[in-house]
């Protein structure tokens, strides 16, 4: 997720990050028209969707987010970017797209103008807002401003980095990267007491090696779906006390749902 007040430099930034995309990713804006991607990059539109001819996807936020988070990841898109409003508050953005089906959060980068800092933070009614989208990243750039990173910014945190304006950009800055998201979890970020999210095990992943990963983490209270092979489908249902794997002649969906108490996040590379 891409925050940071309005003007801050996020389109320009996504377009960056596209013109040097090395694997197709989907991006989401609040608004499509403020999107400015290069016109040598569209191969087309489809409704409120830009293919893009570098294969990614640029679309516009839908009133059905998770109906549009579900059918790009049916595009096979290894990562999507999702660009926040200027005015958003980076904390309650960044609890909504993390709880998102089929998603894991991976980064939250704020942007901050380094030439308006100053006004911004002085503004009374602005500094909160400013300082919560700070306080939320876990990557700060500082954009716009060449000599160095503002007083009134490096005061608020030793992390606000420097964008340059030219060059390749920070690999930290690749869709797939991801952040130990520990800082940001402590600045103010309340987590919900359970967190839930749909995955999608490896073809052909036998039952008791995903009976194996619950008893191993003793957080998961839940877990229901489809274990689906090249002939075969298993239904599956398991509480933290039960595991049932019944062979079914067809999966009804996709995936398995887990449902875990506590903030930390999962690993499910063992069944993915």
């Not at 939250?108 to 300082?131: E, F, N």
């Not at 749909?198 to 036998?206: E, Y």
């Not at 779906?225 to 996709?254: I, M």
Request: with cysteine; aromatic share 6%; glycine share 6%.
């Amino acid at each position: 997720m891409i925050a940071g007040y309005l003007g801050a430099g996020k389109t320009t930034l996504i377009n960056r990050m596209l013109a040097d995309a090395v694997q197709p990713f989907a991006v989401i804006v609040n608004d499509l028209g403020a999107l400015a991607v290069d016109e040598a990059l569209i191969a087309g539109q489809r409704g409120t969707t830009l293919s893009l001819t570098n294969g990614c996807a640029c679309c516009q936020i839908s009133a059905d987010l998770a109906a549009q988070l579900a059918r790009l990841r049916q595009d096979d898109f290894s990562a999507l970017v999702f660009e926040a409003s200027g005015v958003a508050k980076a904390s309650r953005l960044a609890a909504l797209t993390s709880q998102a089906e089929g998603y894991a959060l991976a980064k939250v980068v704020t942007l901050v103008d380094g030439l308006d800092a100053p006004r911004l933070l002085a503004d009374a009614y602005l500094s909160p807002l400013i300082k919560e989208q700070i306080a939320a990243a876990d990557w700060v750039l500082q954009t716009k401003r060449s000599k160095g990173v503002h007083p009134s910014l490096a005061a608020l945190s030793k992390d606000i980095d420097q964008l340059s304006s030219q060059g390749r950009l920070p690999a930290a800055l690749a869709p797939e990267y991801c952040f130990d998201q520990t800082a940001r979890l402590e600045a103010g970020i309340k987590a919900p007491l359970f967190q839930h999210r749909v995955i999608f095990p490896r073809p052909g992943l036998a039952p008791d090696v995903l009976q194996t990963f619950i008893a191993d983490h003793p957080e998961i209270e839940r877990v229901k779906g489809w274990l689906v092979g090249s002939t075969d489908a298993v239904l599956v249902q398991a509480t933290r006390a039960h595991f049932q794997a019944r062979a079914v002649a067809r999966a009804h969906g996709q995936g398995l749902q887990f449902i875990w108490r506590g903030d930390a996040e999962l690993n499910f590379s063992a069944l993915t």
